[in-house]
């Protein structure tokens, strides 16, 4: 069952009831104001940080769903007893007899109609601005006029989300708002170490205003019967404390068939301390240089053109790389909304979703580096900064912090270190960004390390600092030292954890000097591969010659103790006893250790990868996806921690865990077999999913993070969708490796590896200050092989693309076949 539908012309996902199973969700913001938007207009907005500068509140695992958000109420003036409701549905939950919800890059457009009064309400952040727009175009499409009142709500946060929602003592008692000139301020905490304040304004005359939450809504009431909507009126009521609100009431009358747009108007602004009150010796906000703006965008022609340049700008991202293939959900995912995904994971990491709450987590080091992996692309000069943001917050020993805070770029002490597998993927996103760019001068930038001024190195010495932290921390096996977590941050081989509420990551109660893990041996030679290239081409032959005896050790390792007989062991615990082994119980076969040590080339020429890769097909992959581990672990382990919390099928404990089925359709697509890549691609392919929504409950325009496994009784639902690795994964898949456009080190690599139906596909891609048009044949059906490559009608050697134009197009013609 479907609750929508993809307009693909229009990069937009149109949803067609509002009761969708869980809030289908939308980002706006492109670059410092962010706000979370669903179908029915719930959501939040903040400032940079979804935790420390929260503009409006939101209640997360609320009843009913999805409390809080962008407000809009009309009313008709005319009947008694008077009637009113909400366009976006939410919060009265009024039945609309249209309802339209469009979902598009960067914006959302929520449209209805309730008694033939039509309102289309537009949504979104102008580039360069600190402020959101709703625009409503309210028609009346009755036979005769309309007298309408139309009422807007916000509610204010406190700033800090967390101290919002728990501080009551305190917040109950700062909550400051000015009213002037129809504009409402929110000033809480401005009087005294704030620079900033939030506003709210629209471009018509205002009937009346409210910024007391309990003078609009009336006692012991909710959102979806606000006393003053039912009055039709408000108070102009002025918090002082409690709930700080924006309300604003708006008359309009209607002709028949009359149509008019007002604009409100939400906004954030930032004061040079030394100026933030006007006259200087008052408490009033000096408005000076906010109000330009905002009469700027009281114009409707002024937020026509801010959209154009909104969707001019999303225009120009995704036409970095386009594809055309005979699958509609490879192409819509590709050429839209897994892009836009990456760019969510790229500004919000693991923070701010419907299943993150803006507060928790700050960015990932593992998970930025692999969300970069995608992206580079995109946005180049952001990668490059973020890539070096990621590296200073480096430690000494090559370790890593486990996340930093965005705001302060500083790594948080909290969680700490101790993930071993974190400092490798730094080697796995530079590698991406100079295959990408070929800009080698990255490897030079001087970095600190830990932040610290005075201790800075090459970017260079960062990456080789990060390959020693593995060799320093073998162990008994020669295998490396897994410390509180690898990829599986659930996987907790020294945590013994027994006491309820103790983190599963930092209680570490073993000394780890038993516990390895198969995945971070595969990750080394991964990243041991591209340190091969990078140091032949920077130090020559000598210095590449280090990286391959390491690799090739740790590949002896693997090989002597990694080696399961049918599959990759995925670990040894701390009792030396393997785990992701036919001797185990349970928790026989691991996904991870599949993908990561064929992705870096472990068993491909004698047979071993693809014995491994019939063992996945045979035992973990499902209609559904491929499961993180079978049989699932029915009891908790204390020597095996946070993955046996879970009860089997959910998250870290065999669900399908997203983000490694990409790893899976990789190495099949490295040993050829095009349409088993493709396969498994399309199984978690969300668009491929729409179909059955109301099993997979999540948006069927991102990637989620899990999917219930085989032994969840809730088999085939998705969890935890936008914010994961499994954007960046899935776009490598599918872009790098099934269709096989590649970029290496010296050119682009084309290498197509295609379900042996397909008669081929083209792509149009950018490439450092390029422009390259793709035609691919596949006259002979084969799954791989290329050839004949043709360059502006000139056959090359080989499939590597070099390009030897300053900028400029080029035509290329790739024939596969034997
Ligand atoms: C979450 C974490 C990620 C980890 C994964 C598996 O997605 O953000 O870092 O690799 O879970 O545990
Ligand atoms: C929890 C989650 C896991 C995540 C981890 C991050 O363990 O289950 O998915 O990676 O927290 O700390």
């Given amino acids: 069952m479907r609750y929508g539908y993809f307009d693909d012309e229009q990069h937009e996902y149109i949803i067609s009831q509002p009761d969708t199973p869980l809030p289908w969700i939308n980002y706006m913001g492109c670059e410092e104001y962010f706000g979370i938007i669903s179908n029915t207009a719930g959501g939040y907005s903040f400032y940079k940080d979804a935790r420390l500068r929260r503009l409006t509140r939101y209640r997360y695992n609320n009843a009913p769903l999805d409390s809080g958000g962008r407000y809009i109420y009309l009313r008709d003036d005319e009947v008694s007893p008077p009637q009113f409701w909400s366009p976006t549905w939410q919060p009265t939950r009024t039945g609309l007899d249209e309802y339209g919800c469009r979902h598009g890059m960067g914006y959302t457009i929520i449209q209805s109609t309730h008694t033939d009064i039509r309102a289309k309400v537009r949504y979104f952040i102008p580039l360069g601005e600190n402020l959101e727009i709703w625009e409503l175009l309210l028609s009346n499409q009755r036979e005769e006029p309309a007298n309408l009142s139309i009422f807007t709500m916000v509610e204010f946060c ?11 003592q305190r917040n109950y008692s700062v909550g400051e708002v000015e009213v002037v000139d129809e504009i409402i301020y929110h000033k809480t905490e401005y009087r005294e170490r704030r620079d900033h304040f939030a506003y709210l304004a629209c471009s018509e005359k205002l009937a009346g205003f409210d910024t007391d939450r309990e003078a609009f809504l009336g006692a012991y009431r909710g959102a979806d019967t606000p006393a003053a909507v039912e009055r039709g009126s408000l108070s102009n009521s002025l918090t002082h404390g409690w709930q700080p609100i924006g309300a604003q009431h708006v008359r309009v009358h209607l002709n028949a068939g009359e149509q008019r747009t007002i604009i409100f108007l939400l906004g954030y602004h930032e004061n040079p301390a030394d100026e933030k009150f006007d006259p200087p010796d008052t408490q009033t906000i000096n408005k000076r240089a906010v109000l330009p703006t905002i009469y700027k965008y009281q114009n409707p022609s002024e937020v026509e053109a801010a959209f154009e340049k909104l969707q001019a700008y999303w225009q120009g991202l995704l036409d970095t790389l386009q594809v055309h293939t005979p699958d509609i959900h490879t192409n819509r995912m590709v050429n839209t909304w897994n892009v836009y995904q990456l760019m969510a994971t790229f500004n919000f990491s693991r923070s701010a979703s419907y299943f993150e709450s803006g507060i928790g987590r700050g960015m990932g080091f593992r998970d930025s580096n692999q969300d970069l992996l995608g992206f ?98 073998l162990g008994p096996h020669g295998l490396p030292l897994i410390g509180r977590a690898d990829w599986n941050d659930c996987l907790n081989l020294n945590c013994f954890s027994d006491t309820p509420g103790q983190s599963f990551q930092t209680t570490t109660n073993k000394d780890g000097k038993v516990a390895e893990s198969v995945f971070i041996a595969g990750l080394f030679i991964k990243a041991a591969m591209d340190m091969v290239q990078i140091a032949r081409r920077r130090d020559g032959e000598q210095a590449a010659e280090v990286f391959t005896q390491a690799s090739k050790q740790m590949e002896k390792a693997v090989w002597d103790a990694g080696w399961d007989g049918a599959w990759f062991r995925r670990a040894y615990d701390d009792f030396g006893e393997p785990v992701g082994s036919q001797e185990c119980l349970e928790g026989q076969i691991f996904i991870e250790p599949q993908g990561m040590c064929i992705m870096a080339g472990l068993g491909i020429k004698d047979g071993r990868a693809r014995q491994a890769l019939d063992s996945v097909a045979e035992k973990l992959a499902t209609p ?21 919390s879970y009860p ?11 983000h490694t089925n990409p ?14 890549a493709h396969d498994y691609y399309l199984r978690i392919n969300p668009s491929k999913r729409e179909e059955i929504s109301e099993v997979h409950r999540c948006e069927p325009y991102v990637y989620a993070q899990m999917i219930a496994g085989r032994e969840a009784p809730t088999y085939g639902e998705a969890k935890n969708s936008w914010l994961t690795g499994t954007a960046a994964w899935n776009y490598l898949a599918i872009t790098q490796w099934i269709l096989g456009i590649r970029p290496e080190f010296d050119g682009l690599r084309l290498d197509p590896c295609i379900p042996t139906e397909w008669e081929g596909f ?34 090359i050697e080989g499939n590597l693309v070099k390009l030897d134009k300053q900028g400029g197009e080029y035509q290329v013609l790739v024939w596969m076949g034997k």
């Fill in 663 to 676: 790893w899976i359709m990789i190495a099949e697509a490295m040993l050829g077999n095009g349409s088993a």
């Fill in 376 to 473: 580079m692309h995109l946005m180049p000069e952001r990668a490059r900064n973020r890539i070096l943001d990621l590296a200073s917050t480096q430690l000494p020993t090559g370790g890593a912090y486990h996340q930093y805070q965005p705001l302060t770029k500083r790594g948080n002490n909290e969680v700490g270190s101790g993930f071993n597998d974190d400092p490798l993927w730094l080697v796995l996103s530079v590698a991406a960004y100079i295959q990408e760019t070929g800009d080698w001068s990255v490897l030079d930038e001087a970095v600190p390390y830990d932040n610290l001024p005075g201790s800075e190195d090459s970017l260079y010495g960062h990456l080789q600092r990060s390959m020693q932290y593995t060799l320093d921390r």
């Fill in 648 to 658: 089997p099928g959910y998250k870290e404990n065999g669900s399908v865990f997203c």
């Fill in 762 to 795: 083209s792509v149009e891609r950018s490439f450092r200050g390029c422009r390259l048009h793709i035609d691919v044949l596949n006259p002979q059906h084969v799954s791989r092989g290329v050839m004949r490559v043709e360059v502006d009608g000139i056959g």
């Fill in 158 to 168: 406190l700033w800090d989300a967390m101290d919002d929602a728990t501080n009551f």
């Fill in 624 to 644: 559904h996806g491929i499961m993180l581990h079978q049989p699932g672990y029915t009891r908790y382990y204390l020597h095996l921690g946070e993955i046996s």
